[in-house]
C-alpha cells in the first residue's frame, strides 16, 4: 500500500493480471470516472494545486524540492517564487535561477520580466521594489549552469588555478583540440615507456587503437569520472596460466579419429588443440596467441552424429574435456586482458587530467571544465564558498531532473552552512518532473535525482506535488494516468524508476471535433522491419492529412477554436530509424513538412547527399562517394546514364586525363568535381560548400521538386556547421566531412529549424528528445515498433556504491575487454536504459494539448521491450478508439510552381539524334577488358587505370585488401612479432586501423594453419600473385591469382578469402565463386599450357578450405559465360 503525496489517495497496484490500479479516497466515496483516473474531486484537486502554488509564494524561508508533472507549469512555480522573492526584499541580484539550455533561459528571463511588470501593475508591494528588480533584471544571474560556473571563476581565477583571461571553447574546437593533443601525445609514446607497453600489450592481446581513443574520448567527457578512477581503479584480473601440456595430452587422448571428417565437433577440438600447441611452441608471446585464437574459446559446438562417435557417452566426454580446457584458457584470456586494460586505463586517466591541466593554464576550457572546475573549487576552498553565499541568497534550479552530479554537488555546497554541515533553509529551490528524466546519456541520474531528493528531505526540506495540467485535454489525461500507472510504477525501486504520479485536467477543454486519443497499426506480422516502417510512414502521414481534411479542431491559448492546419502537427519519433521511410511518404503525398530535431539533420537524404558530394570532391579515391554524389540532385544523372558511362569505358577518377574526352551529364557532373577538387585549398571549407550549393543550384532545385523549405534548410545547416567547424583555426574539407560523419552517430541536443519558418504551413518531425519542454495541438507518435538500443559506453557507474566498471571491444568473436562488475553493472545499465525508455514514451504523449495519435505498428517478431509492445501491454489499445487503415490518395497538397511551364531553351535537345549517338557510340566502343571476377560477380580484381594507384591491391574491402596484401608480403613461415607489425602496417595504409586485430588474425591463421600454405611450403615452386592475361575473340580475360602452386600432377590455384561468414554458410558462399574460379583455371591453363589439377578456396574467417569443383567443370560453364559476354560487349 502507498500513498502518494499529491491525492492523499490510497493506491493499490495489481501486477500479476491486466496490471490494473484500483483507486479510492480516503473518505471512502466513490467515483466511476472512466479509464482509471483517480477518485479525488476535481474542486478538491484545484484547491490542492492552488495551496501547493501558494506553498511556493509564501514559504519562502523553507526549502522546496517541488515534484511537477507534465504541463503543470514547473517553470511558471519558478517564476512565482523568483517574483515572490523580489516582492519579499530581496534584490534581483542576489538570486540565481538555473535552467537546462541558453534558450529556456532567455525565456525564463523573459517570463521573469513579465511576472514582475504584473506584480507593479497589481500594487502588490512597493513599486520601487519592483522597478529596482526591473531595472537590474539583465543583470541577474539568469542562466545555465555553464554560465553560471563562468561568472564565479572569472572571480576566482587564481585559485581554480586557470587563466584569468579564458575562453569557453564550442563543442567542434573542444573536440578538435583534444584530437589533436591525443595525436601528439600517441606520436610521443617513445618517450613514456611504461605508456608504450602498456599500450604494446594491449594491442596484441586484441584491443586496437580507436579502442583506446574511445576510453580517452568518453572519459573527457564524464570529468567526474577522472577523479574516481585516480583513487579507486576498478579490480583487475590476475593471470594465471594452466598447464598446458596437460591440456595437450588431456586433448591428444580423445577419440577423435572415430568422427567424419567434416564433424563440428572434430573441427573445434582440432582448433583447440592447434592453439594448445601453438601456446607451447609460443613462450615469449603466448599473450598474443591467445588472443588470436580466442574465437575458438567460445565457438559453439553445432551438432555432432552420436552414432559416427560411438554414442553419446563418447561426445559428452569429449565436450566435457573440450569444454574444461577452452574455459580455462578464456579465464586466462580475460585475466590478461582485465590487466592490460587496467594498465592502459591508467595511461589514459594520466592524460585526461594532464590535458585538463593544460586547458586551465592555457585558459581554453570546456563546458565540462566549467564544472569540475567549480565543483574543485568549492570543495578546497572555503572562502569560495562563503564568498559564493555571500554574494547569492537564493539558488532556484529547473528542470532538476536533468541535473548532473557535478552540478548537485554545486547545488548542495551552495545551500549547506559550512559550520554545522546542515541544509539552510530558504538557500535552495528545486523543481523537476523525475518522470520525464530522458537525458542519461547526459550524466542525468534517477539514483542522483533519488538521493538528492532524499538529503534534502532529510536536511527538512518541504516537497510539495503539482499535479494539475493545464496543457492537455482531459480525455489525454485519462489515457495518460491509464497506461502510464501500471507502466513506470509505483517506484519500487526509486535508483531506477520513481513512483507514478498522476496528473489531472485543469484545462477543462470541452469536445472537439476529431478524435482525442486514438492508435493505429498494431501487430504488422510476418512482415520485415522495412516494411513496417513504410506501412506506418504510409498511414502516419495520411492521418496527418486526415486531420485537416476532416476539420479536426485545435485550441488557441486564448482558447478560440479552429480547424486544424498542418502546422499543428509535429510527429515524434524516438530514434531516426523510421526517418527516411517518413520523408519518402511526405514526399510521395506532397505534403510539406520539416525535420527539426538536429539529430535527426544529419541523417536527412539532402545532408547525406551533400557529404557525398564533399567527400568526392575531397578524395578522387573514394568511387562510392563518387558515384552518390553523381545520382544527387547536385548532378541528377540516372542509373542508366551511369551504367552507359561505365559501359563505354569511362573513368570514375576524375583526375583521369580521358576524361576530357569524355562528353555528356556524368562527364560534366565528374569536371565540376575535379574542379572543386583543385579549388578546395584556396577558400574555407563554409565557403567551398556554399559556393557548390549555389553553383549545382540544389536549394532551387529541392524547392521546385518538393515545394518546401527543406532544401534551403538543409543546405544552410552544413554551411553553418562548416563555419562552427573552421571557426577556431582553418581546417581541412576531409576534417570537416568526418566530423560531420561522427556527429551523425551521436546523442546531440541542438535543433535545427526550431522556431524559424513559422509562417509555413508544414508538419513538423521531431525527436521525443528535442520535443521535451514543447507542446503542439496534434501530436502523432512513431516509430515505436523498434526496440531500443542499449548503447552504454565504455565506463559503467552504480552512482549508489560508487562502483565503476570498463569495458571495451566487440562482444562478438570474444574480443571484448573487461575491468570491475562490468557484468554486474551493465545489468544495471539495462534496467537504467529500460526504464529511462519508457518515461521518453511518457514525455513523447504529454507533448500533446488537444488529440494524441500513437502508432504501434510493429513486426510480429518484435522484441517485448519495443515502445508498441509495452503499452498495448500497459492498457494502449483498451482506453483509446483505433484509426481505421486509410487507402486514399493524398491530394490536400499540391507541388509548388506545379502550373509553371518552363520556358523553352535556345537550342532544344533533339531526341533523335541524342539516340543516334548514343547508338553509334556504344557500338563503336566495345568493352574489350574484363576479368575474373567481374564476370564472377565479385569485381574484386578489376583492372585499375595507372592514375589509380591508390586503388591497387587485393580484396573487395579494406579488410580483404589489407589481408591479401599482408599474405602477399610476408613469408609463409613469418614469426607472430612480424605478422603483427605486418597486419598493423596494412590496417593503418587501407584506413582501418581500429581493424589491425582482425587483419592480423585473419593472416596468422592463413600462415601457420592454412593446409594450402603448408602445401606451397612443401611444393617445387610457389608464385604468388600471379598475373595472367587471355584473348577471346574481341576480349580479354585478365586477373591476378592469389597462390599457384606447382605439383607433380599439375597446378594447383588457391584463392584467400575473407568474408565474414560462419563456417556451416561456406558451402552456399562458394557457389558464388564458381564462375571466378573457372575463369582461374581457363586463363592459367590457356596462358601457361599447363593442366590445372586442383583449386583451393581459402575462407580465412571461417578457417575453412574447401573446393567448388573440378576444374573441367568449372573451366568449361565459365568458357562458355566469357563467350556470352563477348557478344553482349559487341
Same mark, same amino acid.
Given at each position: 500500500?502507498?500513498?502518494?503525496?499529491?491525492?492523499?489517495?490510497?493506491?493499490?497496484?495489481?501486477? !500479476?493480471?491486466?496490471?490494473?490500479?484500483?483507486?479510492?479516497?480516503? $473518505?471512502?466515496?466513490?467515483?466511476?470516472? !472512466?479509464? $482509471?483516473?483517480?477518485? *479525488?474531486?476535481?474542486?478538491?484537486?484545484?484547491?490542492?494545486?492552488?495551496?501547493?502554488?501558494?506553498?511556493?509564494?509564501?514559504?519562502?524561508?523553507?526549502?522546496?524540492?517541488?515534484?511537477?508533472?507534465?504541463?503543470?507549469?514547473?517553470?511558471?512555480?519558478?517564476?512565482?517564487?523568483?517574483?515572490?522573492?523580489?516582492?519579499?526584499?530581496?534584490?534581483?541580484? !542576489?538570486?540565481?535561477?538555473?535552467?537546462?539550455?541558453?534558450?529556456?533561459?532567455?525565456?525564463?528571463?523573459?517570463?521573469?520580466?513579465? $511576472?514582475?511588470?504584473?506584480? &507593479?501593475?497589481?500594487?502588490?508591494?512597493?513599486?520601487?521594489?519592483?522597478?529596482?528588480?526591473?531595472?537590474?533584471?539583465?543583470?541577474?544571474?539568469?542562466?545555465?549552469?555553464?554560465?553560471?560556473?563562468?561568472?564565479?571563476?572569472?572571480?576566482?581565477?587564481?585559485?581554480?588555478?586557470?587563466?584569468?583571461?579564458?575562453?569557453?571553447?564550442?563543442?567542434?574546437?573542444?573536440?578538435?583540440?583534444? #584530437?589533436?593533443?591525443?595525436?601528439?601525445?600517441?606520436?610521443?609514446? @617513445?618517450?613514456?615507456?611504461?605508456?608504450?607497453?602498456?599500450?604494446?600489450?594491449?594491442?596484441?592481446?586484441?584491443?586496437?587503437?580507436?579502442?583506446?581513443?574511445?576510453?580517452?574520448?568518453?572519459?573527457?567527457?564524464?570529468?567526474?569520472?577522472?577523479?574516481?578512477? #585516480?583513487?579507486?581503479?576498478?579490480?583487475?584480473?590476475?593471470?594465471?596460466?594452466?598447464?598446458?601440456?596437460?591440456?595437450?595430452?588431456?586433448?591428444?587422448?580423445?577419440?577423435?579419429?572415430?568422427?567424419?571428417?567434416?564433424?563440428?565437433?572434430?573441427?573445434?577440438?582440432?582448433?583447440?588443440?592447434?592453439?594448445?600447441?601453438? *601456446?607451447?611452441?609460443?613462450?615469449?608471446?603466448?599473450?598474443?596467441?591467445?588472443?588470436?585464437?580466442?574465437?575458438? *574459446?567460445?565457438?559453439?559446438?553445432?551438432?555432432?552424429?552420436?552414432?559416427?562417435?560411438?554414442?553419446?557417452?563418447?561426445?559428452?566426454?569429449?565436450?566435457?574435456?573440450?569444454?574444461?580446457?577452452?574455459?580455462?584458457?578464456?579465464?586466462?584470456?580475460?585475466?590478461?586482458?582485465?590487466?592490460?586494460?587496467?594498465?592502459?586505463?591508467?595511461?589514459?586517466? /594520466?592524460?585526461?587530467?594532464?590535458?585538463?591541466?593544460?586547458?586551465?593554464?592555457?585558459?581554453?576550457?570546456?563546458?565540462?571544465?566549467?564544472?569540475?572546475?567549480?565543483?574543485?573549487?568549492?570543495?578546497?576552498?572555503?572562502?569560495?564558498?562563503?564568498?559564493? /553565499?555571500?554574494?547569492?541568497?537564493?539558488?532556484?534550479?529547473?528542470?532538476?531532473?536533468?541535473?548532473?552530479? *557535478?552540478?548537485?554537488?554545486?547545488?548542495?555546497?551552495?545551500?549547506?552552512?559550512?559550520?554545522?554541515?546542515?541544509?539552510?533553509?530558504?538557500?535552495?529551490?528545486?523543481?523537476?518532473?523525475?518522470?520525464?528524466?530522458?537525458?542519461?546519456?547526459?550524466?542525468?541520474?534517477?539514483?542522483? +535525482?533519488?538521493?538528492?531528493?532524499?538529503?534534502?528531505?532529510?536536511?527538512?526540506?518541504?516537497?510539495?506535488?503539482?499535479?494539475?495540467?493545464?496543457?492537455?485535454?482531459?480525455?489525454?489525461?485519462?489515457?495518460?494516468?491509464?497506461?502510464?500507472?501500471?507502466?513506470?510504477?509505483?517506484?519500487?525501486?526509486?535508483?531506477?524508476?520513481?513512483?507514478?504520479?498522476?496528473?489531472?485536467?485543469?484545462?477543462?477543454?470541452?469536445?472537439?471535433?476529431?478524435?482525442?486519443?486514438?492508435?493505429?497499426?498494431?501487430?504488422?506480422?510476418?512482415?520485415?522491419?522495412?516494411?513496417?516502417?513504410?506501412?506506418?510512414?504510409?498511414?502516419?502521414?495520411?492521418?496527418?492529412?486526415?486531420?485537416?481534411?476532416?476539420?479536426?479542431?485545435?485550441?488557441?491559448?486564448?482558447?478560440?477554436?479552429?480547424?486544424?492546419?498542418?502546422?499543428?502537427?509535429?510527429?515524434?519519433?524516438?530514434? /531516426?530509424?523510421?526517418?527516411?521511410?517518413?520523408?519518402?511518404?511526405?514526399?510521395?503525398?506532397?505534403?510539406?513538412?520539416?525535420?527539426?530535431?538536429?539529430?535527426?539533420?544529419?541523417?536527412?537524404?539532402?545532408?547525406?547527399?551533400?557529404?557525398?558530394?564533399?567527400?568526392?570532391?575531397?578524395?578522387?579515391?573514394?568511387?562510392?562517394?563518387?558515384?552518390?554524389?553523381?545520382?544527387?540532385?547536385?548532378?541528377?544523372?540516372?542509373?542508366?546514364?551511369?551504367?552507359?558511362?561505365?559501359?563505354?569505358?569511362?573513368?570514375?577518377?576524375?583526375?583521369?586525363?580521358?576524361?576530357?574526352?569524355?562528353?555528356?551529364?556524368?562527364?560534366?557532373?565528374?569536371?565540376?568535381?575535379?574542379?572543386?577538387?583543385?579549388?578546395?585549398?584556396?577558400?574555407?571549407?563554409?565557403?567551398?560548400?556554399?559556393?557548390?550549393?549555389?553553383?549545382?543550384?540544389?536549394?532551387?532545385?529541392?524547392?521546385?521538386?518538393?515545394?518546401?523549405?527543406?532544401?534551403?534548410?538543409?543546405?544552410?545547416?552544413?554551411?553553418?556547421?562548416?563555419?562552427?567547424?573552421?571557426?577556431?583555426?582553418?581546417?581541412?574539407?576531409?576534417?570537416?566531412?568526418?566530423?560531420?560523419?561522427? &556527429?551523425?552517430?551521436?546523442?546531440?541536443?541542438?535543433?535545427?529549424?526550431?522556431?524559424?519558418?513559422?509562417?509555413?504551413?508544414?508538419?513538423?518531425?521531431?525527436?521525443?528528445?528535442?520535443?521535451?519542454?514543447?507542446?503542439?495541438?496534434?501530436?502523432?507518435?512513431?516509430?515505436?515498433?523498434?526496440?531500443?538500443?542499449?548503447?552504454?559506453?565504455?565506463?559503467?557507474?552504480? !552512482?549508489?556504491?560508487?562502483?565503476?566498471?570498463?569495458?571495451?571491444?566487440?562482444?562478438?568473436?570474444? &574480443?571484448?575487454?573487461?575491468?570491475?562488475?562490468?557484468?554486474?553493472?551493465?545489468?544495471?545499465?539495462?534496467?537504467?536504459?529500460?526504464?529511462? +525508455?519508457? &518515461?521518453?514514451? +511518457?514525455?513523447?504523449?504529454?507533448?500533446?494539448?488537444?488529440?494524441?495519435?500513437?502508432?504501434?505498428?510493429?513486426?510480429?517478431?518484435?522484441?517485448?521491450?519495443?515502445?508498441?509492445?509495452?503499452?498495448?501491454?500497459?492498457?494502449?489499445?483498451?482506453?483509446?478508439?483505433?484509426?481505421?487503415?486509410?487507402?486514399?490518395?493524398?491530394?490536400? =497538397?499540391?507541388?509548388?510552381?506545379?502550373?509553371?511551364?518552363?520556358?523553352?531553351?535556345?537550342?532544344?535537345?533533339?531526341?533523335?539524334?541524342?539516340?543516334?549517338?548514343?547508338?553509334?557510340?556504344?557500338?563503336?566502343?566495345?568493352?574489350?577488358?574484363?576479368?575474373?571476377?567481374?564476370?564472377?560477380?565479385?569485381?574484386?580484381?578489376?583492372?585499375?587505370?595507372?592514375?589509380?594507384?591508390?586503388?591497387?591491391?587485393?580484396?573487395?574491402?579494406?579488410?580483404?585488401?589489407?589481408?591479401?596484401?599482408?599474405?602477399?608480403?610476408?613469408?609463409?613461415?613469418?614469426?607472430?612479432?612480424?605478422?603483427?607489425?605486418?597486419?598493423?602496417?596494412?590496417?593503418?595504409?587501407?584506413?582501418?586501423?581500429?581493424?589491425?586485430?582482425?587483419?592480423?588474425?585473419?593472416?596468422?591463421?592463413?600462415?601457420?594453419?592454412?593446409?594450402?600454405?603448408?602445401?606451397?611450403?612443401?611444393?617445387?615452386?610457389?608464385?604468388?600473385?600471379?598475373?595472367? =592475361?587471355?584473348?577471346?575473340?574481341?576480349?580479354?580475360?585478365?586477373?591476378?591469382?592469389?597462390?599457384?602452386?606447382?605439383?607433380?600432377?599439375?597446378?594447383?590455384?588457391?584463392?584467400?578469402?575473407?568474408?565474414?561468414?560462419?563456417?556451416?554458410?561456406?558451402?552456399?558462399?562458394?557457389?558464388?565463386?564458381?564462375?571466378? @574460379?573457372?575463369?582461374?583455371?581457363?586463363?592459367?591453363?590457356?596462358?601457361?599450357?599447363?593442366?590445372?589439377? @586442383?583449386?583451393?578456396?581459402?575462407?580465412?574467417?571461417?578457417?575453412?578450405?574447401?573446393?567448388?569443383?573440378?576444374?573441367?567443370?568449372?573451366?568449361?560453364?565459365?568458357?562458355?559465360?566469357?563467350?556470352?559476354?563477348?557478344?553482349?560487349?559487341?
Amino acid at each position: 500500500m502507498i500513498t502518494t503525496e499529491s491525492a492523499r489517495v490510497a493506491v493499490t497496484w495489481r501486477w !500479476r493480471q491486466k496490471r490494473t490500479i484500483r483507486l479510492s479516497c480516503r $473518505g471512502g466515496e466513490s467515483n466511476k470516472r !472512466r479509464w $482509471g483516473r483517480h477518485s *479525488l474531486a476535481q474542486a478538491d484537486q484545484e484547491a490542492e494545486d492552488r495551496a501547493t502554488r501558494e506553498r511556493i509564494r509564501t514559504c519562502l524561508r523553507d526549502t522546496l524540492f517541488v515534484e511537477a508533472g507534465a504541463g503543470t507549469g514547473k517553470t511558471s512555480a519558478l517564476v512565482d517564487r523568483v517574483v515572490a522573492l523580489v516582492q519579499g526584499g530581496r534584490a534581483i541580484e !542576489r538570486v540565481v535561477a538555473i535552467t537546462f539550455t541558453e534558450k529556456a533561459a532567455a525565456e525564463l528571463r523573459d517570463r521573469v520580466r513579465a $511576472g514582475l511588470e504584473t506584480a &507593479r501593475e497589481q500594487q502588490s508591494t512597493s513599486e520601487t521594489t519592483i522597478a529596482e528588480a526591473l531595472a537590474s533584471l539583465d543583470r541577474a544571474q539568469i542562466s545555465t549552469i555553464h554560465s553560471f560556473c563562468q561568472s564565479l571563476l572569472y572571480s576566482y581565477a587564481a585559485e581554480a588555478g586557470i587563466d584569468p583571461s579564458f575562453r569557453v571553447q564550442d563543442e567542434v574546437m573542444a573536440g578538435r583540440r583534444f #584530437q589533436e593533443r591525443w595525436r601528439i601525445y600517441l606520436e610521443n609514446l @617513445a618517450e613514456d615507456q611504461e605508456a608504450g607497453s602498456a599500450i604494446d600489450r594491449a594491442l596484441g592481446l586484441g584491443l586496437s587503437t580507436w579502442h583506446i581513443e574511445t576510453l580517452a574520448v568518453e572519459l573527457s567527457r564524464r570529468p567526474d569520472l577522472g577523479t574516481l578512477l #585516480q583513487t579507486s581503479s576498478p579490480q583487475e584480473g590476475v593471470p594465471v596460466w594452466p598447464d598446458l601440456e596437460e591440456m595437450s595430452a588431456a586433448l591428444e587422448s580423445l577419440p577423435v579419429q572415430v568422427a567424419p571428417a567434416d564433424d563440428p565437433l572434430l573441427e573445434r577440438v582440432k582448433r583447440l588443440a592447434s592453439l594448445v600447441n601453438e *601456446l607451447l611452441r609460443s613462450d615469449a608471446d603466448r599473450e598474443s596467441t591467445l588472443a588470436a585464437g580466442a574465437e575458438v *574459446l567460445t565457438t559453439p559446438w553445432g551438432v555432432s552424429n552420436q552414432q559416427a562417435w560411438g554414442g553419446k557417452q563418447t561426445i559428452e566426454r569429449v565436450r566435457s574435456v573440450a569444454s574444461d580446457i577452452a574455459c580455462r584458457l578464456n579465464e586466462t584470456l580475460h585475466a590478461c586482458r582485465s590487466q592490460a586494460l587496467a594498465a592502459v586505463l591508467h595511461v589514459v586517466v /594520466r592524460f585526461v587530467i594532464a590535458d585538463a591541466g593544460q586547458r586551465a593554464r592555457d585558459g581554453a576550457l570546456t563546458f565540462d571544465d566549467l564544472i569540475l572546475l567549480v565543483r574543485d573549487l568549492l570543495r578546497s576552498n572555503p572562502e569560495a564558498v562563503g564568498s559564493l /553565499r555571500e554574494r547569492y541568497e537564493v539558488m532556484l534550479i529547473d528542470e532538476f531532473q536533468d541535473t548532473d552530479p *557535478l552540478q548537485v554537488e554545486i547545488a548542495l555546497a551552495f545551500a549547506t552552512d559550512p559550520e554545522s554541515g546542515a541544509l539552510e533553509p530558504g538557500r535552495l529551490f528545486l523543481v523537476g518532473d523525475p518522470k520525464q528524466s530522458i537525458y542519461r546519456f547526459r550524466r542525468a541520474d534517477m539514483a542522483i +535525482y533519488s538521493q538528492t531528493r532524499g538529503a534534502v528531505g532529510a536536511g527538512g526540506a518541504i516537497i510539495p506535488v503539482l499535479a494539475l495540467n493545464r496543457r492537455s485535454r482531459g480525455i489525454l489525461l485519462d489515457w495518460v494516468n491509464a497506461v502510464f500507472a501500471p507502466l513506470i510504477g509505483p517506484g519500487w525501486e526509486q535508483d531506477i524508476q520513481p513512483e507514478y504520479r498522476p496528473i489531472y485536467d485543469g484545462r477543462h477543454a470541452g469536445d472537439f471535433a476529431g478524435p482525442g486519443v486514438a492508435w493505429v497499426g498494431g501487430d504488422a506480422g510476418e512482415a520485415n522491419a522495412r516494411q513496417v516502417r513504410e506501412t506506418e510512414a504510409a498511414q502516419v502521414v495520411a492521418n496527418c492529412i486526415a486531420a485537416v481534411e476532416e476539420g479536426w479542431q485545435v485550441a488557441e491559448r486564448d482558447g478560440t477554436v479552429r480547424p486544424a492546419s498542418f502546422s499543428d502537427i509535429a510527429v515524434l519519433i524516438p530514434t /531516426r530509424a523510421i526517418l527516411p521511410a517518413l520523408e519518402r511518404a511526405f514526399s510521395d503525398a506532397a505534403l510539406p513538412y520539416r525535420v527539426e530535431s538536429g539529430s535527426l539533420i544529419y541523417r536527412t537524404q539532402e545532408v547525406r547527399d551533400l557529404l557525398n558530394c564533399l567527400t568526392a570532391i575531397d578524395d578522387p579515391a573514394d568511387e562510392v562517394a563518387i558515384v552518390a554524389s553523381l545520382r544527387s540532385v547536385a548532378f541528377a544523372c540516372s542509373d542508366v546514364e551511369l551504367a552507359e558511362y561505365k559501359a563505354a569505358g569511362g573513368p570514375w577518377n576524375y583526375l583521369s586525363p580521358v576524361l576530357s574526352e569524355r562528353q555528356g551529364r556524368v562527364a560534366d557532373g565528374l569536371r565540376t568535381l575535379a574542379a572543386y577538387h583543385e579549388a578546395r585549398h584556396d577558400c574555407s571549407v563554409a565557403a567551398l560548400v556554399d559556393r557548390f550549393v549555389a553553383k549545382t543550384q540544389q536549394v532551387e532545385i529541392g524547392i521546385l521538386d518538393t515545394g518546401n523549405r527543406n532544401s534551403f534548410r538543409r543546405a544552410r545547416f552544413v554551411v553553418e556547421q562548416a563555419r562552427a567547424f573552421e571557426a577556431s583555426e582553418p581546417a581541412s574539407l576531409r576534417a570537416f566531412v568526418n566530423w560531420m560523419e561522427s &556527429r551523425a552517430g551521436e546523442a546531440i541536443l541542438d535543433n535545427e529549424g526550431a522556431g524559424l519558418d513559422d509562417d509555413e504551413d508544414a508538419v513538423r518531425v521531431l525527436t521525443i528528445h528535442g520535443a521535451k519542454g514543447l507542446e503542439f495541438p496534434i501530436v502523432f507518435v512513431a516509430g515505436l515498433g523498434t526496440a531500443p538500443v542499449n548503447r552504454p559506453g565504455a565506463y559503467l557507474i552504480d !552512482r549508489s556504491t560508487s562502483e565503476i566498471g570498463v569495458c571495451i571491444g566487440s562482444k562478438y568473436g570474444n &574480443r571484448s575487454f573487461k575491468l570491475g562488475p562490468v557484468d554486474r553493472l551493465g545489468d544495471l545499465e539495462k534496467r537504467h536504459a529500460q526504464a529511462e +525508455y519508457e &518515461r521518453l514514451l +511518457y514525455v513523447a504523449t504529454t507533448r500533446a494539448r488537444d488529440h494524441l495519435i500513437v502508432s504501434l505498428y510493429h513486426a510480429k517478431r518484435a522484441q517485448n521491450t519495443c515502445g508498441a509492445r509495452k503499452l498495448i501491454e500497459h492498457g494502449a489499445t483498451d482506453h483509446a478508439e483505433k484509426r481505421s487503415q486509410l487507402t486514399r490518395e493524398a491530394k490536400s =497538397a499540391k507541388r509548388a510552381f506545379e502550373d509553371l511551364e518552363p520556358d523553352p531553351t535556345e537550342e532544344p535537345a533533339d531526341r533523335e539524334f541524342e539516340e543516334s549517338r548514343r547508338e553509334l557510340v556504344a557500338g563503336a566502343t566495345v568493352r574489350r577488358y574484363t576479368s575474373a571476377t567481374a564476370l564472377g560477380g565479385q569485381n574484386k580484381d578489376e583492372k585499375r587505370d595507372e592514375s589509380e594507384p591508390w586503388a591497387r591491391g587485393r580484396g573487395g574491402t579494406r579488410l580483404g585488401r589489407a589481408v591479401h596484401a599482408a599474405i602477399q608480403s610476408l613469408a609463409f613461415d613469418a614469426e607472430d612479432a612480424v605478422i603483427s607489425a605486418f597486419a598493423r602496417a596494412q590496417a593503418v595504409a587501407e584506413a582501418i586501423p581500429h581493424r589491425a586485430a582482425d587483419v592480423e588474425r585473419l593472416v596468422r591463421w592463413v600462415l601457420h594453419s592454412s593446409q594450402a600454405v603448408e602445401r606451397a611450403r612443401s611444393a617445387k615452386r610457389a608464385l604468388r600473385e600471379v598475373p595472367f =592475361a587471355v584473348q577471346v575473340d574481341d576480349t580479354v580475360l585478365e586477373g591476378f591469382i592469389d597462390l599457384v602452386i606447382e605439383r607433380d600432377d599439375g597446378i594447383e590455384i588457391v584463392d584467400w578469402k575473407t568474408d565474414q561468414i560462419a563456417p556451416e554458410a561456406v558451402p552456399e558462399r562458394l557457389r558464388e565463386y564458381e564462375t571466378q @574460379a573457372g575463369l582461374y583455371v581457363y586463363g592459367l591453363e590457356a596462358a601457361t599450357g599447363r593442366r590445372v589439377s @586442383a583449386v583451393t578456396y581459402v575462407f580465412a574467417s571461417a578457417q575453412v578450405e574447401t573446393s567448388p569443383g573440378d576444374p573441367r567443370d568449372l573451366s568449361s560453364t565459365a568458357q562458355r559465360q566469357l563467350l556470352n559476354a563477348g557478344s553482349t560487349a559487341a
